[in-house]
Structure formats: structure tokens, C-alpha cells
């Protein structure tokens, strides 16, 4: 990569939540590939410390920042110092993630309110403490992980798609009170890639015949897809762009 290129993130620093494994580790991998020194966040110190030195050993720089996206605190707190003891984040990777399933009339009140709370108000609480430290430098980049399912619905996960949905319309909220500061704030909506978080479905043989059907490209994503969008969703590639929200799905928003 030419050291002028648009999509290079060398001398920025990205933070990474829900970094210790699945697309946020991919994605944390692949940005400090484009150059950007990395902050790896997520709830098991012990994790994202071995993610931390398979990023180092590859010669690529990253430190933790061990914190719990619900907890509202323990946010402000984990991002000040972040800003204090490491430097400035440029670049926010709202991702970490849950998902629960049940037929919505059996749903119960407690995974309701940690999908809410996961999915949907800590993307609020990070995006709001890091916008704090960006907006009086006038520049700054958050990429929220949105979903196939901020589009579509499928059964036992409406409180999931709910959150996404939520999520999408938040993405435009941030980008709508914070463009006008200098920053940048899109969304990135992954497709069906198997992860932890769908390890019963890709268990599930005719899960994996239904999509392939529904799919116009016909398979699971790779993690590694998600990177380029990222980068370019990261990187002065993308300086006029606020407000989107990226499908990278296969093609399974655009097609019946
Ligand atoms: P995984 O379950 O593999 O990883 C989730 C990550 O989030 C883990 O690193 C986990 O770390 C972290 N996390 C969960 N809760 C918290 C918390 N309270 N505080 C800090 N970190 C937390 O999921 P995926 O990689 O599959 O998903 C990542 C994102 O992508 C999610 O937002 C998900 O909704 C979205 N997505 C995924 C799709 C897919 O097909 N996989 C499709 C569309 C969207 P730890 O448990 O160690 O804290």
C-alpha cells in the first residue's frame, strides 16, 4: 500500500470493542494491517491479552482495554484512560455484540434487557464518551456494527433485529449531531457469518441450505470480507460519507 493512500490508517489509533474474538478480532487485525495502532476492548482481560500478543507476534501494535460496554462507567472511565494513558482514539469500532433466541411470545424480560442493553445502549454510551474526546479536535471516525437484520426479520430473534433496527437509525442520529464537529460516523451491516455467536446455526444443516438458497452468493461470509469496508468506512477514503449504513451480506438485502 502507497504510504499516501487514501485507506492507509497509519499514525491513527482505533478502539475495538468486543475485540476478543468473531468479527471485532478480525476486524481489529485488519485495521492495524492498514497501519493503525489498536485498542482491543472487551469483558476477559485474559482473552483479549492473548489477542493482544497474536496481534504483536505479527508485528502489529495493540494494547487492552478491558471494560463492560453496559456498564456506563466503567466506559467513560475505560475511555478516559484510553485518551489519558494510551492517546487519542480516532477511529471507534462500536461491535461487541449478543444475540438471543426464542419465539417472541416466550421471550423472556431478562434477555430482552441484555439485548437492549448490549446491543443498542452501550453503541450510545462508548460512541457518546469517545465523540466527547473528538469532537473539540474536529475530526474523528465510529463505525457501528449494525446487521442483515437492521433490514430483515427472521424468526426468534425479533428482539435482536429490534436492537439493529435501532442501532441503524442511531448511526444517522450521530452522524446528523456530530457531522457538523468533523466527525464521521457510518454504519457496517454484516450478512450471516459464522462466529460464536451463530455456532448453533452453522450446526444447523438445513439453516446453512435455507441460506445458501436466500444468499445470492450462496454461502457464509468470511470475517476477513468485513475488513475492507471497515478500512474504508476507518480511512480518509470514505470523507464524505456520514450517515451510511455498508451491507456486506452477499447480497441477501437486495434480492426477494
Ligand atoms: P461474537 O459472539 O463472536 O463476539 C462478540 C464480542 O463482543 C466478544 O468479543 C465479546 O467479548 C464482546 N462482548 C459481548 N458483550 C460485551 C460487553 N458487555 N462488553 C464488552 N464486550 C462484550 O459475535 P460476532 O463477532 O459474531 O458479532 C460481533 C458484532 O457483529 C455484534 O454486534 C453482532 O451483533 C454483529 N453481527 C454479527 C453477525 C454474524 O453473522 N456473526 C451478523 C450481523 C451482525 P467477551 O464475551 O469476552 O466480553
Same mark, same amino acid.
Given at each position: 500500500?502507497?504510504?499516501?493512500?487514501?485507506?492507509?490508517?497509519?499514525?491513527?489509533?482505533?478502539?475495538?470493542?468486543?475485540?476478543?474474538?468473531?468479527?471485532?478480532?478480525?476486524?481489529?487485525?485488519?485495521?492495524?494491517?492498514?497501519?493503525?495502532?489498536?485498542?482491543?476492548?472487551?469483558?476477559? #482481560?485474559?482473552?483479549?491479552?492473548?489477542?493482544?500478543?497474536?496481534?504483536?507476534?505479527?508485528?502489529?501494535?495493540?494494547?487492552?482495554?478491558? =471494560?463492560?460496554?453496559?456498564?456506563?462507567?466503567?466506559?467513560?472511565?475505560?475511555?478516559?484512560?484510553?485518551?489519558?494513558?494510551?492517546?487519542?482514539?480516532?477511529?471507534?469500532?462500536?461491535? *461487541?455484540?449478543?444475540?438471543?433466541?426464542?419465539?417472541?411470545?416466550?421471550?423472556?424480560?431478562?434477555?430482552?434487557?441484555?439485548?437492549?442493553?448490549?446491543?443498542?445502549?452501550?453503541?450510545?454510551?462508548?460512541?457518546?464518551?469517545?465523540? &466527547?474526546?473528538?469532537? #473539540?479536535?474536529? &475530526?474523528?471516525?465510529?463505525?457501528?456494527?449494525?446487521?442483515?437484520?437492521?433490514?430483515? *426479520?427472521? #424468526?426468534?430473534?425479533?428482539?435482536?433485529?429490534?436492537?439493529?433496527?435501532?442501532? !441503524?437509525?442511531?448511526?444517522?442520529?450521530?452522524?446528523?449531531?456530530? *457531522?457538523?464537529?468533523?466527525?464521521?460516523?457510518?454504519?457496517?451491516? #454484516?450478512?450471516?457469518?459464522?462466529?460464536?455467536?451463530?455456532?448453533?446455526?452453522?450446526?444447523?444443516?438445513?439453516?446453512?441450505?435455507?441460506?445458501? !438458497?436466500?444468499?445470492?452468493?450462496?454461502?457464509?461470509?468470511?470475517?476477513?470480507?468485513?475488513?475492507?469496508?471497515?478500512? =474504508?468506512?476507518?480511512?480518509?477514503?470514505?470523507? =464524505?460519507?456520514?450517515?451510511?449504513?455498508?451491507?456486506?451480506?452477499?447480497?441477501?438485502?437486495?434480492?426477494?
Amino acid at each position: 500500500m502507497p504510504e499516501n493512500s487514501l485507506f492507509s490508517l497509519a499514525g491513527k489509533r482505533a478502539l475495538v470493542t468486543g475485540a476478543s474474538r468473531g468479527i471485532g478480532l478480525t476486524l481489529a487485525r485488519g485495521l492495524a494491517e492498514y497501519g493503525a495502532e489498536i485498542v482491543l476492548n472487551g469483558r476477559d #482481560p485474559g482473552r483479549l491479552e492473548d489477542a493482544r500478543v497474536a496481534l504483536e507476534k505479527d508485528g502489529l501494535k495493540a494494547v487492552t482495554a478491558p =471494560f463492560d460496554v453496559t456498564d456506563q462507567n466503567a466506559v467513560i472511565e475505560g475511555v478516559e484512560a484510553i485518551e489519558r494513558d494510551v492517546g487519542p482514539i480516532d477511529i471507534l469500532i462500536n461491535n *461487541a455484540g449478543i444475540q438471543r433466541r426464542a419465539p417472541l411470545d416466550q421471550f423472556k424480560r431478562a434477555d430482552w434487557d441484555a439485548l437492549i442493553s448490549t446491543n443498542l445502549n452501550a453503541v450510545f454510551f462508548v460512541g457518546q464518551a469517545v465523540a &466527547r474526546h473528538m469532537i #473539540p479536535r474536529g &475530526r474523528g471516525k465510529i463505525v457501528n456494527i449494525c446487521s442483515v437484520q437492521s433490514e430483515l *426479520a427472521r #424468526p426468534g430473534i425479533a428482539p435482536y433485529t429490534a436492537t439493529k433496527g435501532a442501532v !441503524k437509525n442511531l448511526t444517522k442520529g450521530m452522524a446528523t449531531d456530530w *457531522a457538523r464537529h468533523g466527525l464521521q460516523i457510518n454504519g457496517l451491516a #454484516p450478512g450471516y457469518f459464522a462466529t460464536e455467536m451463530n455456532k448453533a446455526l452453522v450446526e444447523d444443516k438445513a439453516f446453512t441450505e435455507w441460506l445458501c !438458497k436466500r444468499t445470492p452468493a450462496a454461502r457464509w461470509g468470511q470475517t476477513e470480507e468485513l475488513i475492507g469496508a471497515a478500512v =474504508f468506512l476507518s480511512s480518509d477514503a470514505s470523507s =464524505f460519507v456520514n450517515g451510511h449504513v455498508l451491507m456486506v451480506d452477499g447480497g441477501i438485502t437486495a434480492s426477494l
